[in-house]
């Protein structure tokens, strides 16, 4: 049974930094194409990076240069390290894992910039 499970969504100040965790059970990380989406409150769901199974990595172009995703192998665990967040990087962020054309989900955490 495949199980996703994110952590270290909090509230932080314009400008700040966050690094969100993606705990994978049931799937070997390094091998699965996997990402992050996110969704704010009246929008659909986005795209906001991902990392192949070699280990390459896309962004969206409204975070590139300022969110790194990564993958540690040994603990099956995915991050997305976010810096010079902006009031509009809120939103809940989902962890996705993409195995043989099934997406699974996590539960999501809560991304919150303001001042």
């Known amino acids: 049974q495949v199980q996703l499970v994110e952590s270290g969504g909090g509230l932080v100040q314009p400008g700040g930094s966050l690094r969100l965790s993606c705990a994978a059970s049931?799937?070997?990380?390094?091998?699965?194409?996997m990402g992050w989406y996110r969704q704010s409150p009246g929008k659909r769901r986005e795209w906001v990076a991902s990392i192949d199974n070699g280990g390459r990595t896309n962004y969206a172009d409204s975070v590139k240069g300022r969110f790194t995703i990564s993958r540690d192998n040994a603990k099956n665990t995915m991050h997305l390290q976010m810096n010079s967040l902006k009031p509009e990087d809120t939103a809940v962020y989902y962890c996705?894992?993409?195995?043989?054309?099934?997406?699974?989900w996590g539960q999501g955490t809560q991304v919150t910039v303001s001042s």
């Open positions: 996705n894992a993409t195995i043989f054309g099934l997406a699974f």
């Open positions: 049931g799937i070997t990380a390094s091998s699965t194409v």
